[in-house]
T-cell receptor, first 112, second 115 residues
Framework: QKEVEQNSGPLSVPEGAIASLNCTYS??????FFWYRQYSGKSPELIMF????GDKEDGRFTAQLNKASQYVSLLIRDSQPSDSATYLC????????????FGGGTRLMVKP | GAVVSQHPSWVICKSGTSVKIECRSL??????MFWYRQFPKQSLMLMAT?????????EQGVEKDKFLINHASLTLSTLTVTSAHPEDSSFYIC???????????FGPGTRLTVL
């Protein structure tokens, strides 16, 4: 079992819809969770991070964390074609120091 | 957020040559830097972690004699691909952590093509 799992997609949503991206992790002691966006041919850029159970909102983005279920998600409201990218979930596995463990990424396609 | 730069952004070299890639944190002190490699349509693969002033920690399967990492200062880490071969062609990305930030900030990446 991979430590951080994501559905590779592609996830296709119409413009203006809510895109829901999911990530599960295996280490129950994980403390920090990050969502990165990566456009094709570019390096990842941080969207947001979450540490506590519940929701964290930043503009059109909402991160949701459920440590009991070992599940973190990213919701993108009012999806735009410019949101089309690969979204990477990253987890700071307990005991791994500064290292992040990345999921394989979910490719999102927002169709006009 | 913090800014991380990489140089060069792309490089083409002949097989057998060595290539050095620089990673700099521009506005914060990076206590830890990470080097990743990404092949087309694949996810990031961590190659090594380096802390300023100490030897890098390499991930399993990464040859430390082939991929030399130096983190001599709090703002600069270098990755040298020695005796590069076509199979080393990839997108190399560094990231940095420090300056009170928990997250890693990524450089723009270096695309290496070995002919």
């Amino acid at each position: 079992q991979k430590e951080v799992e994501q559905n590779s997609g592609p996830l296709s949503v119409p413009e203006g819809a809510i895109a829901s991206l999911n990530c599960t992790y295996s280490d129950r002691g994980s403390q920090s969770f990050f969502w990165y966006r990566q456009y094709s041919g570019k390096s990842p850029e941080l969207i947001m991070f979450i540490y506590s159970n519940g929701d964290k909102e930043d503009g059109r983005f909402t991160a949701q964390l459920n440590k009991a279920s070992q599940y973190v998600s990213l919701l993108i409201r009012d999806s735009q074609p410019s949101d089309s990218a690969t979204y990477l979930c990253a987890v700071n596995i307990d005991g791994a120091g500064n290292m992040l463990t990345f999921g394989g990424g979910t490719r999102l396609m927002v169709k006009p | 957020g913090a800014v991380v730069s990489q140089h060069p952004s792309w490089v083409i070299c002949k097989s057998g040559t060595s290539v050095k890639i620089e990673c700099r944190s521009l506005d914060f002190q990076a206590t830890t830097m990470f080097w990743y490699r990404q092949f087309p349509k694949q996810s990031l693969m961590l190659m090594a972690t380096s802390n300023e002033g100490s030897k890098a920690t390499y991930e399993q399967g990464v040859e430390k004699d082939k991929f030399l990492i130096n983190h001599a200062s709090l703002t600069l880490s270098t990755l040298t691909v020695t005796s590069a071969h076509p199979e080393d062609s990839s997108f190399y990305i560094c990231s940095a952590r420090g300056g009170g930030f928990d997250e890693q900030f990524f450089g723009p990446g270096t695309r290496l093509t070995v002919l």
